[in-house]
């Protein structure tokens, strides 16, 4: 007779064998599907590399890849350093307002990469209010795009980067002090080389971050061509979906290379706190936190004025003729065909990714952590699980083109529909989720599943009793991670929309091209107080679960 242990175990592989099926439906096929479609042309005929020689012989094409890189070697040269700054006020100093600042400088989170560009070309367009300080250069391109790009990358540096701050060692400074040395040699000595794996993965994350993004050098870019918007214009403007399939398989490169140093860097890095660390608490220096608090001010002021030039911006009656304040911006319905069932599908989208997404996401994650055996099953979810961090969402986007139009495909009926999209910014968004979701549940001690096995207590009452419970603070978290960039994704769904199920980041694209940027600042300041709204829930939900599951901690 089979025992409970071999029936936990079979049914452990069969959920594995569902994860791994998930990945590979909605990740590994779509993205080889691309890979085909780069060698075919648009009869489906075999061509080898006639498409990609085509793209080496076209400039424009070849010049966008030279501009995607320069503009994200400086974007990252500017963000790194100001958030590497703007962390260590909030994590070594003892100024005041550190936690009002830390709030203001995770603001850009919870808007569309699109509505810094949008307030840019408020502040320094054509008609914008300080135009001047442009000294005659135009926003539209490249100036443009770098300052957005610094606005929307900052704060994912900054969390990087004040988390590798965060934990020091209080010896090694008191015995760099008792050697006499300087608060500079201290700093170049001990503090850089402490964080210095944070900085490199701050580097790689935000390079590729503004590598892949669309939203922003399609909204500002002007004729400034990036591989993002060549990939656009391909596909949605010249129907040249094979070509389309080349420039993504190009813009897959960079992202794959960062990636993969950034894990090599990972691997090299080593444990900077032991058992017998002292924490390190800041002391006060009057000057230092002075001028660091002006420091931290500045970026704040930066920050709140983008958000709030979009938000004035979308109540005035006509920019810059007729200053006087309206609520008909919001009227999206006359702006784009859409108008508000765009909030709503988004509304709807988001909650699909937020609950089925974390319940895909945490079940795999518990069956890589706590499954006993199936070695083989565990590895290829976890390495199917990492991809996602390397393929930018316009790539993934082509790629579910192709797969789901596919002759014989039984899963076309989703196309166009709010599951594909779904399932599509599941997947996109599916590493860091998951990387959460394994480092809460690695926190817990593998004994626990010891004691249930040898009182023969089932792994799934196991996993709701106990596990779940302990780790329910991190699954919230990645619930609101994974509902705040369904709400404000563009390019991993710019491609699968329908007729129906438009979103509020297509609209907002849509009536920037059509001219009613008004409307569109409106809807991205909705998507904003959205997000604002399910922060302030996960807060509340989180304060609840600490009192009724985290008691423990408290011992």
């Known amino acids: 007779m089979r025992t409970r242990l071999d029936t936990d175990a079979l049914l452990q592989r069969l959920a594995l064998l569902g994860v791994v099926a998930y990945l590979a439906v909605f990740l590994a096929l779509p993205l080889g599907t691309l890979?085909?479609?780069?060698?075919?042309?648009?009869?489906?005929?075999?061509?080898?590399?006639?498409?990609?020689?085509?793209?080496?012989?076209?400039?424009?094409?070849?010049?966008?890849?030279?501009?995607t890189i320069w503009v994200s070697l400086l974007a990252t040269a500017i963000v790194v350093p100001l958030a590497f700054v703007y962390a260590y006020a909030l994590t070594r100093t003892t100024m005041r307002f550190r936690g009002t600042f830390r709030a203001i400088g995770l603001l850009p989170i919870l808007a569309p990469s699109l509505l810094s560009a949008i307030s840019l070309i408020y502040l320094f367009g054509n008609q914008g209010l300080a135009r001047w300080v442009l000294m005659g250069n135009s926003v539209y391109g490249p100036i443009g795009i770098v300052i957005a790009q610094v606005f929307y990358c900052f704060?994912?540096?900054?969390?990087?980067?004040?988390?590798?701050?965060?934990?020091a060692d209080k010896r090694h400074y008191e015995a760099a002090e008792v050697l006499g040395a300087s608060n500079a040699r201290i700093f170049l000595t001990v503090t850089l080389p402490g964080v210095k794996y944070g900085l490199v993965s701050a580097f790689f994350v935000v390079f590729t971050m503004v590598a892949t993004d669309f939203g922003i050098p399609k909204v500002i870019g002007g004729?400034?061509?990036?591989?993002?918007?060549?990939?656009?214009?391909?596909?949605?403007?010249?129907?040249n979906f094979e070509m389309g399939a080349v420039v993504g398989m190009v813009l897959l490169l960079p992202a794959c290379l960062a990636f993969a140093a950034d894990r090599w860097v990972a691997r090299r890095q080593v444990a900077l706190l032991t058992a017998r660390a002292v924490p390190f608490t800041p002391q006060a220096n009057a000057m230092r936190d002075w001028l660091l608090f002006a420091f931290?001010?500045?970026?704040?002021?930066?920050?709140?004025?983008?958000?709030?030039?979009?938000?004035?911006?979308?109540?005035i009656q006509y920019w810059p003729w007729n200053m006087s304040l309206t609520w008909r911006h919001y009227l999206f319905s006359n702006a784009d065909a859409s108008g508000w069932s765009a909030y709503f599908n988004t509304l709807q989208m988001a909650a699909l990714v937020a609950t089925f997404g974390t319940f895909v996401i945490a079940f795999g994650a518990w069956l890589v952590e706590k499954t006993k055996g199936a070695e083989i099953l565990r590895g290829v979810v976890q390495f199917l699980a990492?991809?996602?961090?390397?393929?930018?969402?316009?790539?993934?986007?082509?790629?579910?083109?192709?797969?789901?139009?596919?002759?014989?495909?039984?899963?076309?009926?989703?196309?166009?529909?709010?599951?594909?999209?779904?399932?599509?910014t599941i997947t996109h968004f599916y590493t860091v989720a998951h990387l959460t979701a394994l480092q809460a549940l690695k926190q817990m001690d593998p004994e626990f599943e010891s004691v249930s096995a040898s009182l023969k207590v089932s792994v799934w009452r196991t996993a709701w009793k106990v596990t779940l419970p302990v780790?329910?603070?991190?699954?919230?978290?990645?619930?609101?991670?994974?509902?705040?960039?369904?709400?404000?994704?563009?390019?991993?769904?710019?491609f699968l929309y329908g007729p129906f199920s438009k979103l509020a980041s297509v609209s907002i694209i849509n009536m920037d091209e059509a001219g009613f940027t008004?409307?569109?600042?409106?809807?991205?300041?909705?998507?904003?107080?959205?997000?604002?709204?399910?922060k302030i829930l996960q807060s509340l939900l989180a304060a609840y679960l600490a009192k009724r599951t985290q008691a423990w901690r408290m011992r």
């Open 35 to 67: 890979f085909e479609k780069s060698f075919r042309d648009h009869n489906g005929a075999w061509v080898g590399l006639a498409n990609w020689l085509r793209y080496m012989e076209t400039p424009s094409l070849v010049a966008s890849l030279g501009n």
């Open 155 to 167: 704060p994912h540096a900054f969390l990087i980067l004040a988390t590798a701050l965060s934990i």
């Open 223 to 239: 004729r400034f061509n990036v591989l993002a918007t060549d990939i656009y214009k391909q596909v949605v403007g010249q129907q």
């Open 296 to 315: 931290c001010g500045l970026i704040a002021l930066c920050i709140l004025t983008l958000l709030g030039i979009a938000a004035w911006a979308s109540f």
């Open 386 to 424: 990492m991809i996602p961090l390397a393929v930018p969402g316009l790539v993934l986007g082509i790629a579910y083109i192709f797969f789901f139009n596919k002759p014989g495909n039984p899963l076309g009926f989703l196309y166009g529909t709010i599951g594909i999209l779904a399932l599509n």
């Open 471 to 494: 780790v329910s603070p991190a699954m919230l978290d990645v619930w609101f991670y994974m509902f705040v960039n369904a709400m404000t994704t563009v390019s991993a769904v710019v």
């Open 518 to 534: 008004a409307s569109a600042a409106g809807m991205g300041i909705v998507i904003v107080l959205t997000s604002g709204f399910a």
